[in-house]
């Protein structure tokens, strides 16, 4: 080999040898720094990325009647979903995702950014508790929107159609409002009661959310799960409600609009409470077509009002009783004091007519009571202040809401000279204390109000609040754990007042307004109640013999408030039929009805349970339903 | 006839210790891919590599018998092995599947499937040695140099211009630098460096600057952070499973980067997995063997007494080299992305045996030494 060869090549191999070391001291340094000190920093930044946290939803409690009827239950449902980091950036690609599943742009758009800003681990919901359809979109959508997950989480179930849709409420996913009106408190996406016993109660029936650590590859698909703090399902719990009354009244009231609902005397549990239409609480789980807008929130009828605590009705005749305390308490009357019926009566130059045209005569207090005389109330009333009234509806509990554990509720309106200066700025007018004497004018109340004041007079002067969380489920036992009750106030009403209004009362049922009613009469000759009609005017009319011509819509009220049994009392209802007509014969029947089923049927022959089924009281612990 | 010793054991070792490591990982980066996969086992990808691994090693031995110094006399082997590589280098670009927008393979039914500018890698060394060993008169004649070089230039201008369609501008890259370093190491005259440098540099650049994705790949290597999600991705998974390794390392099989979070996990990345898994301990360990690799090859190099096979033993070992520094720099970011695979570790049966060849041509060449 040539030796000049040799030396160049060593040479030239000299440079190699100093380029490597070189390179791989660089090399050696720069893994040393990475990996030994920015391995923290990068080890975080790993992790971070890596592992998403997951929220896993709660079910929520499972709620039952009082016998242990399932009025809602929990299911497995499916939701097309966007993972908080796939939400799309691209307005293009939100408006296309839009167009693919039918939903307004803009909104979405909205409900996108909200979610970036802060959706901690909650995923998107963009349509929930997909059916067969709704699956098959779903695919179809994702093959070309690959961020769109499906989650599986609990969804409500309501079982009994409409059965109990305004009482129960409905669930959905937390509004702007909420959250801005309790910051805090509600997390971005949760599943919220939004009406009904699920909204009052929501604290009661939801769980704790889970949360899981995934590992989430580049496509957001989840490739394992790390960590996983489990979901603790909300605690299951008995309401006082009744399902078998509640049906029967349900069926009571067919077609017809209206209210009622039945106390607990005991206790103030509500065992019925329906608002006539119903709706089916399953409706609202999902986003409403425009033919269920126009049925549900647009109808004329107004089936989303709960009339028991929001409906503000003129009482009739069922205010009398008011009166009639009042008229006692401030001693303007007395029990037999006698007041001459003439079919009218002038005060303040003005005709204030009786029911009866021709008259009843002379009645004292319990004639007055069961034969509705409206003249002796006018006299009771002209006797009186209006702010005596108001005091004594004070006294009452008329004049507050009555602390249902239900949402929205309306206060009764009880007029006084107060109330009017501060509503309508004008003073106020003896004459108009006449009308209210009959519960007509001003004063308005809800059902649920009168009930209460009828199950003051079932009771004898205690005033309930009524309420329908009964009590948590045990889990082992699956019987109820009492809840303390909510206060009940003793009234301090004079024993022997009440005594002539229990009479006139009963004489009601027995010979009075309501007996002229065969199917009450019958009803009553079975079990004895006690209760009041009443018929609150719609529109004034002259002449009463067109009145069954008159408009469906014009035609008045009807009401029905008393107390059953008789002698001792378990029960205080107020039924209201709206546009019916008189009291004895649309409101009294319906009572009669539910009077029958709580005191006969419910005791021999219990309706079979709304779609539930009845947990047997002996049996060891069901597991809860795992996974919901 | 010159004297004959054993064979390089140290090379053997360091080269079957990259593999066992490279067995190990390319099985921990790619079994979620293999079971996710069509074949849906967990161990497919790791099944080929091993099928490779002893398809390479029967070649090595094989090649250790070989003359490698009689190529220098008689170049007709190389010449129709330049010929029928032209050949599969154009049919790439007629038959070939595209995948992730470039033609690299030929795929053989169920025998797996060839890239012909991997194989060409060592041919080309074994070429440019010869080239310059045939021609080492013109060398020391100053301007009388430039026509033999502007020759060997054009025989190389239609492989690389082939690999250049593919395209595959790593693999050409690196046979370019490899080739130059066989001039500069053959004798070729110190100034055509200083003019061909700048020359191939600007063109490089324009030829980069010119296609969009290749620029964007320099600008996301220049600064991954300005598009964590898009450009930069790559560069900064690659950093993040590095940075989390630490001194040891998560733990074989235990690092999280690879599920989906790192491009190509087991063929371009599996430095980076390493890097997670097994730590400093594990990159260095790596790099250390490469350097034993340098070593004996550069031993092998020094002691031979042939100019001929000095070239192509410094050749074939900077090629493993070099390709295993550029893979790890590109891990570390210090390199734009040009998808080179690390030789005997990284997943891919070309790759493999290519370097297994390599490795063969340096232990035949390592048992001559008679100096």
């Known amino acids: 080999m040539d030796p000049r060869d040799r030396r160049l090549l060593t040479g030239r191999l000299g440079a190699f040898q100093a380029a490597a070391v070189g390179m791989v001291c660089v090399l050696l340094a720069v893994y040393a720094w990475l990996q030994l000190v920015r391995h923290g920093d990068f080890q975080q930044l790993a992790l971070s990325q890596a592992v998403k946290e997951r929220n896993v939803p709660a079910p929520r409690g499972i709620v039952y009647d009082r016998n242990g009827h399932r009025l809602v239950d929990n299911r497995k449902a499916l939701h097309l979903v966007i993972a908080e980091e796939d939400l799309p950036r691209d307005p293009a690609v939100v408006e296309a995702l839009a167009a693919a599943l039918g939903l307004d742009a803009e909104p979405l758009k909205r409900k996108i950014h909200t979610w970036r800003q802060g959706s901690k681990g909650r995923s998107l919901v963009l349509m929930e508790n997909l059916d067969e359809a709704g699956i098959a979109l779903a695919e179809r959508v994702r093959s070309r929107f690959p961020f769109l997950g499906v989650d599986m989480a609990p969804r409500r179930v309501y079982l009994g159609d409409e059965l109990a849709g305004h009482l129960l409420g409905y669930v959905g996913e937390v509004d702007d409002v909420l959250m801005k009106k309790e910051p805090g408190l509600y997390q971005l996406g949760e599943i919220v009661g939004k009406d009904g016993f699920e909204r009052a109660s929501n604290e009661r029936l939801k769980g704790q959310d889970g949360a899981k650590k995934v590992l989430v590859d580049q496509l957001g698909r989840e490739v394992a799960v790390s960590g996983q703090a489990p979901a603790k399902a909300g605690r299951s719990l008995y309401l006082t409600l009744d399902a078998g009354l509640q049906r029967t009244i349900q069926e009571a009231f067919g077609e017809e609009k209206g209210a009622a609902v039945v106390l607990d005397l005991r206790d103030g549990g509500v065992l019925a409470l329906y608002s006539s239409p119903s709706y089916d609480s399953n409706i609202f789980l999902n986003r409403l077509s425009q033919e269920m807008v126009d049925r549900y929130i647009r109808h004329p009828s107004k089936p989303m009002v709960n009339r028991v605590t929001q409906g503000i009705y003129a009482p009739g005749s069922t205010w009398k009783l008011l009166m009639a305390i009042a008229g006692l308490e401030k001693g303007v009357i007395r029990p037999e004091t006698v007041i001459y019926c003439a079919g009218r009566k002038n005060y303040y130059g003005r005709d204030f007519r009786c029911d009866k045209p021709e008259g009843h005569g002379g009645l004292s207090l319990v004639g007055a009571i069961a034969q509705s005389c409206d003249v002796y109330f006018y006299e009771v009333a002209s006797r009186m202040d209006i702010d005596d009234i108001y005091a004594t509806a004070e006294k009452y509990g008329l004049t507050v809401p009555t602390g249902i554990d239900l949402p929205f509720e309306k206060t009764s309106r009880v007029p006084s000279r107060d109330w009017k200066w501060k509503a309508r700025k004008e003073k106020w007018y003896a004459g108009e204390t006449i009308s209210v004497g009959i519960g007509q004018g001003a004063v308005g109340l809800t059902p649920l109000g009168l009930a209460r004041f009828y199950a003051l007079l079932g009771t004898k002067g205690k005033l309930l609040t009524p309420h329908l969380f009964w009590g948590f489920r045990n889990e082992a036992t699956n019987l109820v754990e009492p809840a303390p009750t909510p206060p009940m106030k003793d009234t301090g009403l004079d024993p022997r007042i009440w005594s002539y209004l229990d009479q006139g009362l009963a004489q009601v049922v027995e010979n009075g307004t309501a007996a002229t009613n065969p199917f009450v009469r019958q009803i009553a000759k079975e079990i004895p109640f006690s209760g009041k009609t009443g018929t609150a005017q719609v529109a004034t009319f002259v002449d009463k013999s067109h009145y069954a011509r008159q408009a469906k819509e014009l035609k008045d009220h009807a009401w029905f408030a008393g107390y059953a049994p008789r002698d001792n009392p378990q029960i205080a209802f107020v039924f209201i039929a709206e546009n019916a007509g008189f009291g004895s014969t649309s409101a009294a029947p319906m009572a009669a009805k539910a009077v029958k089923y709580w005191c006969v049927d419910r005791l021999q022959d219990p309706l079979p349970p709304p779609g539930g089924k009845i947990p047997d009281r002996f049996k060891p612990a069901e597991k809860p339903e795992e996974g919901l | 006839m010159p004297l004959r010793r054993p ?122 040695a010869a080239w310059m060993v045939r021609n080492r008169e013109a060398w020391n004649d100053g301007f009388g140099s430039l026509p033999k070089l502007v020759q060997l230039f054009l025989i190389f201008i239609p492989p690389m211009g082939l690999i250049l369609l593919q395209p595959d501008l790593g693999t050409a890259f690196l046979i370019i630098f490899v080739v130059m370093l066989i001039v500069f190491l053959g004798g070729a005259p110190r100034w055509i460096f200083a003019v061909t440098m700048p020359i191939l540099g600007l063109v490089g650049f324009l030829f980069i600057w010119m296609t969009p994705w290749r620029w964007a790949r320099i600008i996301a290597f220049l600064d991954p952070w300005a598009d964590p999600q898009g450009k930069g991705h790559q560069a900064i998974q690659s950093l993040l499973a590095v940075g989390s390794g630490g001194l040891l390392g998560v733990g074989p099989g235990q690092g999280q980067q690879k599920y989906f979070y790192l491009p190509e996990a087991h063929t371009d990345f599996i430095y980076a997995v390493i890097g997670e898994e097994a730590g400093l301990v594990g990159t260095v360990t790596v790099l250390a063997l490469f350097m034993g690799i340098l070593w004996r090859g550069y031993r092998i190099a020094r002691r031979s007494t042939d100019s001929y096979l000095r070239l192509v033993a410094m050749g074939l070992t900077l090629l493993l080299v070099v390709q295993a520094l550029m893979n790890m720099s590109v891990v570390l970011s210090l390199a734009p992305n040009k998808g080179i695979p690390l030789p005997f570790i990284s997943f891919g049966p070309n790759s493999l045996i290519t370097s297994l060849i390599c490795l063969g041509l340096l232990m035949s060449i390592s048992k001559d030494a008679s100096a």
Do not use: C
């Open chain 2, 7 to 128: 064979v390089d054991r140290w090379l053997l070792f360091f080269a079957v210790m990259l593999m066992a490591i490279g067995m190990v990982w390319v099985y921990s980066a790619s079994w979620v891919r293999g079971a996710s996969g069509g074949g849906g086992a967990a161990t497919a990808f790791l099944v080929r590599q091993l099928i490779a691994g002893m398809l390479g090693l029967v070649l090595m031995l094989l090649l250790t018998q070989l003359d490698v110094a009689a190529l220098q006399e008689n170049i007709r082997p190389l010449q129709i092995a330049y010929g029928g590589l032209m050949v599969l280098l154009i049919a790439v670009l007629i038959i070939g599947p595209k995948v992730n927008g470039a033609h690299r393979w030929i795929r053989l039914g169920p025998f797996g499937s060839i890239q012909p500018s991997e194989i060409f890698k060592p041919l080309a060394v074994l070429m440019a």
